[in-house]
């Protein structure tokens, strides 16, 4: 693999892991319109590897608070229960996350081999950001965040291992469509990413039979590491604004590209 095609898929990566645009569905087209071989595992394992150095070193303060609420539940000293319950319901909304990758991961990935069909779900990815432009901005804070929240998001994250839906797009505006407040939306969306992509990493770790171009890999992973802290940087602003709904219009044209050409 060549340093240009490193940069290329590492800024791929890093843009579309975090961005409402679905990073599955950006490898079908690419793969679909320049005939281009899937990268090699160990390649995309450094590649996500570098996206969640991104995440937590961007939600350092938040994965700290989940810690130490943790910490002051098992050694019974001093009280953190934002960090506690925070953490109970990523675990909760990890859980149907988790069941249906397991059950559905086969089916799933059976849409990588159907462009179009990957273009539809881009506009429904679109159409589903599109809404959250009615969404209220004083929505519920964490203390009044409920099970049900956290299981639907959930949710919403386990249908995003479908190619052409976004995984930040479905959990965003999930969360949204719930009366969360944009704040917490997007906090919950990136730190229940981070169980998902470590998932992720693990499995594609263990079909790795073997380590080649090390450096090559490494200098992926350097990109979309930094490409994924602006990404994540930019992408709270856009949700604190209430203007998530915008990258609606990228969805539709770039679902639209791939109906009519691959």
Known sequence: MKISQAIFLGIIQGLTEFLPISSSGHLVFFQSLFGMKAPQLFFDVMLHFGTLLAVLLYFRKDISGLLRGIGSTVTQRGRNEGGMILFIWIL?????????????????????????????????TGMTLWLTRWTKQEGRDLTKMRWMDALLIGVAQGLAIIPG?????????????????RQLAGRFSFLLSIPAILAATVLELQKVDSVSEIHIASFGATIAFLIGLLSLAFLMKVIQKGTL???SYYCWGFGMLMILIV
């Open 92 to 124: 909760v909304a990890s859980l149907p996350t988790g069941l249906m990758g397991i059950l559905f991961k086969d089916w799933f990935e059976s849409f990588f081999a159907q462009p179009k069909t990957v273009g539809a779900m881009l506009l429904v």
């Open 165 to 181: 839906i976004s995984r930040s797009g479905a959990t965003i505006s999930a969360a949204l469509f719930l009366g969360l407040n």
């Open 245 to 247: 709904h915008h990258f």
